[in-house]
């Protein structure tokens, strides 16, 4: 796949993982596609690294849209627990 159908994929689906986990995020929409960006990404290492898998197989493909979102659900969770902390911080 080339880096265009990527870069939608990674749209995508951190606005599908921003829909699972509804809540407040700091960094608003701009942060949300940048993690759904890199999430794709990390998912589809996983998948192979991990799972031993070719989940990145084509656009239309289920385990793409599966292994780009469950990246982009691991990498939220972990942008949340990294600015939820500092934030409670300084209103402390």
């Not at 608003?28 to 031993?52: D, E, Q, R």
Request: no cysteine; proline share 2%.
């Amino acid at each position: 796949m080339g880096i265009i159908a990527w870069i939608l994929i990674g749209l995508l689906a951190g606005a599908i993982a921003k829909l699972l986990l509804p809540g407040k995020d700091p960094g608003g929409i701009i942060i949300t596609m940048l993690i759904g960006v890199a999430g794709g990404l990390l998912g589809g290492w996983l998948g192979k690294v991990v799972l031993g898998v070719d989940s990145i197989d084509g656009f239309f493909d289920l385990s793409t849209w599966i292994a780009a979102i469950a990246g982009s659900l691991i990498l939220l969770v972990l942008y949340r627990m990294l600015t939820g902390n500092r934030r409670s911080h300084r209103h402390a």
